[in-house]
């Protein structure tokens, strides 16, 4: 909500977020404006702006300007910019005129397809976005042109002196002597939870939701993703190879159900069967002999997971030979043989890696001190000492760090391959629908994880003669992970997710919620229905208005990572998709559970 200021006298009407002055009001002297936005209990304040009118004798000045003599005049120009990839382009051409003036954006002299306002914004641009841009401003009598600007767009580049600038690249050597850089930071983190024939757990979803923020601050690209069956693993994997090149550092984070044979770590998928092998599992050796594949400069493993041999599997799978590559870094929450335990608080979970491991993250040390120093941690924990420790893994032999500064390689494929995977995790646009009744509703969208989805609805404008009405969200395709239970809720902890508080911080009140979850999991675009159910003022009966309502593929649904085949067969070679860029929904944990302990169950792998 916003209220505006004139010194301390509130600005009636003014209730949105751009105040607009009649510079024909008497001459005074100058006035401080300030506005106050709130949401719920919580406000700031901008900045104070002074405003000053003046008179001018220059009939082209704004200020001499009259619309009834002049017809339309441009008062902001747009302005060149120098941009990176992935940036947000904003140009602005405002003028005044009577009739009241439309604009139409051009780049290279073709108009730009729905860029009629005056503001024209691009999100994450492109190498293709580069060009000359210009607006014709029109009413019914008149026509101008703004004049016509460039647009530069490159890759980022990390200096010596620590300032981001555009260029064409160059090896790190030549920039910084003795400063380790990454040509780019990719984290792919996994929470099982919701097995079909194991016992259910809890941490994995706060602590990937915790891990999500933390590495997002260190300026990785991140994918946050719950409940993934084999193939939805196998393919998540894909993609994340995909990003992996020379110089990139890869993260990757798994917690669930896991077992260890014969030196070799399994990831369990929540389709597993009850009595599993190996040739229903993801293999970690084989995921990481991989990576080495695509010379990264940095390949760090988080297991949060139990090491207790699996008596069903004898198997010894054939991974073939590590390469020496001097950049590996294993971090088990336990060792080997050991159970991993998580801390409750009513119904929230933490594992005990987690818990302190997000202690240390943004700490500027190589990465085998940090998680040292983690280890040291754990080892303060009566309730767990003799029974969980964690065991670090690693031949890193350079002072790699987790907040070592990026330096791309500047090549135009990467970078298009990145920002393909970073559209694809930006959510469906705010928008209004308006039903034949006059009412007016809101429908927005929230991210909790990279493959679930909070949207909610909210009745925003109702003519006089309707006394009561809501909107609902119906027809939601049965293909997603949907519990009715969770949808329609008047408060975000209504809908069934711990972390609602996390993510209901940007919604507005006065709505309905529903939860989605499996993104991942649809084909097709996702379409729902909102039904809108109103009741007009001296009447019982409800009347029912409907509207059908596509949002394309929302966040990880772009990527499809629900292969249409059946899956690879058991220890085949990982398998290639097309590529993509990583991206990331907001939020981020912090609260630290009572110490109270849940141990695993005899013959289960438990987190």
């Known amino acids: 909500m916003y209220?505006?200021?004139?010194?301390?006298?509130?600005?009636?009407?003014?209730?949105?977020?751009?105040?607009?002055?009649?510079?024909?009001?008497?001459?005074?002297?100058?006035?401080?404006?300030?506005?106050?936005?709130?949401?719920?209990?919580?406000?700031?304040?901008s900045r104070w702006a002074q405003v000053r009118v003046?008179?001018?004798?220059?009939?082209?000045?704004?200020?001499?300007?009259?619309?009834?003599?002049?017809?339309?005049?441009?008062?902001?120009?747009?302005?060149p910019c120098h941009l990176a990839e992935g940036d947000t382009l904003v140009l602005e051409c405002r003028a005044i005129g009577n009739p009241p003036p439309q604009y139409q954006w051009f780049r290279n002299q073709c108009p730009l397809e729905g860029a009629q306002t005056p503001q024209l914004q691009v999100k994450l641009v492109t190498t293709a976005e580069r060009g000359s841009y210009s607006c014709r401003v029109f009413n019914l009598f008149h026509e101008v042109w703004s004049r016509e600007v460039d647009v530069e767009i490159g890759p980022r580049l990390f200096t010596s002196e620590g300032l981001w600038q555009e260029g064409d690249g160059g090896s790190p050597e030549s920039s910084s002597p003795g400063q380790l850089y990454a040509t780019d930071k990719v984290a792919l983190l996994i929470g099982n939870m919701r097995y079909l024939h194991h016992k259910q757990l809890k941490a994995p979803m706060v602590d990937v939701h915790a891990l999500?923020?933390?590495?997002?601050?260190?300026?990785?690209?991140?994918?946050?993703?719950?409940?993934?069956?084999?193939?939805?693993?196998q393919m998540a994997v894909n993609e994340f190879l995909l990003l992996l090149d020379k110089g990139v550092y890869g993260l990757l984070y798994y917690a669930g159900h896991g077992y260890e044979n014969f030196g070799n770590s399994f990831m369990v998928p929540i389709d597993a069967p009850s009595s599993y092998t190996s040739a229903h599992c993801?293999?970690?050796?084989?995921?990481?002999?991989?990576?080495?594949?695509?010379?990264t400069g940095l390949n760090i493993f988080l297991l949060d997971m139990c090491r207790k041999r699996n008596l069903n599997d004898d198997v010894i799978p054939q991974v073939g030979a590590l390469q020496v590559t001097a950049n590996i870094v294993f971090g088990y929450a336990t060792c080997a043989d050991a159970e991993a335990y998580e801390l409750s608080q009513d119904e929230l979970s933490n594992g005990i890696f987690v818990t302190f491991l997000k202690r240390w993250l943004?700490?500027?040390?190589?990465?085998?001190?940090?998680?040292?120093?983690?280890?040291?941690?754990?080892?303060?924990?009566?309730?767990?000492?003799?029974?969980?420790?964690?065991?670090?893994?690693?031949?890193?032999?350079?002072?790699?760090?987790?907040?070592?500064?990026?330096?791309?390689?500047?090549?135009?494929?990467?970078?298009?391959?990145?920002?393909?995977?970073?559209?694809?995790?930006?959510?469906?646009e705010s928008r209004h629908l308006r039903f034949d009744c006059g009412v007016t509703v809101q429908l927005g969208f929230a991210a909790e994880f990279s493959n679930i989805m909070i949207i909610y609805t909210r009745v925003v404008a109702?003519?006089?003669?309707?006394?009561?009405?809501?909107?609902?969200?119906?027809?939601?395709?049965?293909?997603?992970?949907?519990?009715?239970?969770?949808?329609?809720?008047?408060?975000?902890?209504?809908?069934?997710?711990?972390l609602a508080p996390t993510w209901s911080l940007g919604c507005p009140p006065y709505c309905l919620y529903s939860r989605l979850c499996g993104l991942q999991k649809l084909r097709q675009e996702l379409v729902f229905t909102v039904c809108l159910q109103y009741r007009y003022r001296g009447m019982d009966d409800f009347v029912e208005e409907r509207q059908r309502v596509s949002v394309g593929k929302p966040l990880i649904a772009k990527l499809n990572l629900r292969?249409?085949?059946?899956?690879?067969?058991?220890?085949?070679?990982?398998?290639?998709?097309?590529?993509?860029?990583?991206?990331?929904?907001?939020?981020?944990?912090?609260?630290?559970?009572e110490e109270n302990l849940s141990p695993e169950v005899p013959g289960s792998h438990t987190l």
């Open 282 to 295: 993801l293999c970690v050796q084989r995921v990481l002999r991989s990576m080495q594949q695509r010379r």
């Open 462 to 498: 109702t003519p006089g003669d309707i006394a009561q009405c809501e909107a609902k969200l119906t027809d939601i395709p049965e293909e997603l992970d949907v519990d009715l239970k969770s949808t329609n809720k008047e408060s975000p902890a209504e809908v069934g997710s711990p």
């Open 3 to 45: 209220q505006w200021f004139c010194g301390k006298q509130q600005v009636p009407g003014a209730t949105t977020s751009e105040l607009v002055l009649d510079a024909a009001a008497p001459l005074g002297q100058p006035e401080w404006y300030i506005c106050r936005v709130s949401c719920g209990a919580a406000f700031a304040f």
């Open 212 to 233: 999500s923020a933390l590495l997002r601050q260190l300026d990785f690209k991140v994918v946050s993703l719950l409940d993934l069956c084999k193939a939805e693993m």
């Open 54 to 79: 003046e008179t001018s004798s220059s009939p082209g000045s704004a200020s001499g300007y009259c619309p009834t003599m002049v017809g339309l005049q441009i008062l902001r120009q747009p302005q």
């Open 563 to 593: 292969p249409a085949a059946s899956p690879s067969p058991p220890h085949s070679p990982l398998s290639t998709s097309p590529p993509g860029s990583w991206g990331a929904e907001g939020g981020s944990w912090a609260n630290t559970p």
């Open 362 to 428: 943004l700490e500027d040390e190589k990465i085998t001190v940090l998680l040292d120093k983690v280890a040291e941690d754990m080892g303060t924990l009566e309730i767990t000492r003799g029974r969980q420790a964690l065991e670090l893994r690693s031949n890193l032999s350079e002072r790699r760090a987790l907040t070592d500064p990026i330096r791309p390689p500047g090549r135009d494929e990467s970078s298009a391959r990145n920002l393909q995977w970073a559209k694809a995790h930006v959510l469906p």
